[in-house]
């Protein structure tokens, strides 16, 4: 018996999600599955079961007892989302009548497949790109417009399409660069088309720059705006974490260092996301668990999009000390809060800071309002470009390619044509493993293994 490779075996898998529904849909793919699937489906509609006709039909185990009367459809080679012969099952949402099915698929011949499996094969056959490919697992995780934004740039090709044509501008540049290379004339007349050739290469670099500058905005756009709560021990932290979120996800305590580790969630303010870091209370830590604490809260801090100091209103010389810490942080953005109001009397009357009481709810509104008008900020940003960077792996990428185009830029006038046409071509390969035509396998492991099972 001949053994299919792994990306052509029949796989089966719950495409419709694991919640309680009226209806579960069972999504089938790969050599054989048509077979396995018709052996368990009776129908007195059309036996032959006709591309992209969904039948009524019986789903019966190996003994043939009925264990559920579903709709079913059926695709043949490439007219599918994998491009393989495909099938799905639209089953009632019963617990037990879908792991009954698997069951009996599973025996007969099926494997579980795995997270993100079928957007795979449909990239392997040629039916979508890779930034595709993650565009569609960003839009099955978008919980807002912003998000939905975010992914739809990428599941209608926009990014892709700006990237071919700057890949293009750079192969034809190439060529030039290796015509000269193989039929090589007088250095004078070399250097006249490495000049002709220059201003390619400049139009492209700005276009990479824009590009590389949209990822600030273009990540809030996708994940949110990342938000790092810090400040001393008892300085209202969690507080207004579980405020914001309207549980209680922080344990609250009056004892220092209560938080040792910085704590994340999010929530959606208006419409907009927003995720929040609970960082442990800065100071000289007592114990080293809760230094190691304080060092990732440092961290988080660097890292997001907005701070939000915290300091108890009675905190002596406030501003000095705040000074002190965005000296070493140095947020790329802050917003300074005095807190617990309705029993503490501010010690600062600086106009930059809000006052916040979480108890009577005095500056809550602010706060939000604040926050709101940062991501819309960002968002604004990227609905006004033609396209945006919104996912890492493709800065990385885009950043490489630029990275590229600066040295031959910078060297263009002393080194010798194949040197250049290297950096070129290096250039080209980094575009081209935005869009996966150069992508390494462990590359693709990392990207397919977070998407949901059953797509």
Same mark, same amino acid.
């Given at each position: 018996?001949?053994t299919? @490779? ?5 796989i089966?898998?719950?495409?419709s999600g694991? #919640?309680?529904a ?6 089938v ?15 007195r509609?059309?036996?032959?079961? @006709? ?9 019966v185990d ?25 099938? +799905?099952?639209?089953?009632h949402?019963? $617990?037990?009548?879908i ?8 025996r007969a ?6 997270g ?11 039916? *979508?790109?890779?930034?595709?490919a993650e565009?569609?697992?960003?839009l099955?995780?978008?919980?807002? =417009?912003?998000?939905?934004?975010? /992914?739809?740039?990428? &599941?209608?090709?926009?990014?892709? /399409?700006?990237?071919?044509?700057l890949?293009m501008?750079?192969?034809?540049? !190439?060529?030039?660069?290796?015509a000269?290379i193989d039929?090589?004339?007088? =250095?004078?007349?070399? %250097?006249?088309?490495?000049?002709q ?5 400049? =139009? ?5 720059d824009?590009l ?7 990540a ?7 938000? /790092?709560?810090?400040?001393? $021990? ?5 507080t ?7 549980? =209680?996800?922080?344990?609250i305590s @009056?004892? @220092?260092g ?9 929530l959606?303010?208006?419409g907009?996301v ?8 800065? %100071?000289?830590? $007592?114990?080293s668990v809760?230094?190691?604490?304080? +060092?990732? !809260? ?10 939000l ?7 002596v ?14 947020p790329?953005?802050? *917003? ?8 503490r009397?501010?010690?600062?009357s600086?106009?930059s ?6 108890? &009577?709810g005095v500056?809550l509104?602010?706060l939000?309002a ?6 819309d900020?960002h ?12 996912n ?6 885009? !950043?490489?390619a630029?990275d590229?185009?600066?040295t031959?830029?910078q060297?263009?006038?002393e ?24 992508? $390494? #396998?462990?590359?693709?492991?990392s ?9």
């Amino acid at each position: 018996m001949t053994t299919l @490779p792994p990306d052509q075996a029949p796989i089966v898998a719950l495409a419709s999600g694991r #919640d309680a529904a009226a209806i579960s849909i069972l999504r089938v793919s790969g050599v054989g599955c048509h077979e396995i699937v018709k052996a368990h489906l009776r129908t007195r509609m059309d036996p032959a079961w @006709p591309a992209r006709a969904l039948q009524l039909c019986e789903f019966v185990d190996e003994t043939g007892r009925v264990l559920d009367a579903p709709m079913a459809v059926f695709f043949y080679g490439s007219h599918s989302y994998t491009g393989q012969d495909s099938a +799905e099952i639209y089953l009632h949402g019963s $617990p037990y009548v879908i792991r009954t099915c698997l069951d009996v698929l599973f025996r007969a011949g099926c494997r579980q497949a795995e997270g993100g499996e079928f957007t795979r094969r449909a990239f392997l056959s040629g039916k *979508i790109d890779l930034a595709t490919a993650e565009g569609i697992d960003a839009l099955i995780h978008s919980v807002s =417009e912003q998000q939905w934004m975010a /992914a739809q740039q990428l &599941t209608t090709g926009a990014l892709q /399409a700006t990237v071919a044509e700057l890949r293009m501008t750079l192969l034809q540049t !190439s060529s030039l660069l290796n015509a000269m290379i193989d039929f090589p004339e007088e =250095e004078e007349t070399s %250097r006249l088309q490495l000049e002709q050739i220059l201003p390619s290469v400049l =139009e492209v670099k700005a276009r990479m720059d824009t590009l590389v500058d949209s990822y600030q905005s273009g990540a809030i756009t996708r994940n949110g705006l990342q938000v /790092a709560i810090v400040g001393p $021990p008892n300085a209202g932290k969690s507080t207004l974490l579980n405020t914001l979120l309207q549980y =209680e996800r922080a344990i609250i305590s @009056p004892e @220092p260092g209560t938080t040792r580790d910085f704590l994340e969630e999010s929530l959606l303010l208006n419409g907009r996301v927003v995720r929040l870091i609970d960082t442990a209370g800065i %100071r000289a830590a $007592p114990e080293s668990v809760e230094s190691m604490g304080i +060092e990732r !809260s440092v961290a988080q801090a660097q890292q997001a999009d907005v701070v939000l100091f915290l300091f108890p209103a009675d905190t002596v010389n406030v501003d000095q000390l705040l000074a002190q810490w965005v000296e070493k942080l140095q947020p790329k953005q802050y *917003i300074a809060l005095l807190t617990q109001i309705d029993v503490r009397k501010p010690s600062s009357s600086a106009e930059s800071w809000l006052t916040l009481s979480c108890h &009577t709810g005095v500056g809550l509104d602010l706060l939000k309002a604040k926050l709101i008008e940062l991501v819309d900020f960002h968002v604004t940003q990227s609905r006004s470009r033609d396209c945006f960077i919104s996912n890492r792996r493709h800065l990385h990428a885009m !950043s490489q390619a630029r990275d590229n185009l600066d040295t031959y830029l910078q060297s263009w006038q002393e080194e010798g044509e194949d040197c250049l046409a290297f950096e070129i071509q290096q250039a080209v390969s980094h575009l081209e493993a935005i869009i996966g035509k150069i992508t $390494p #396998d462990e590359i693709l492991d990392s990207i397919f293994s977070q998407f949901c099972i059953g797509k």
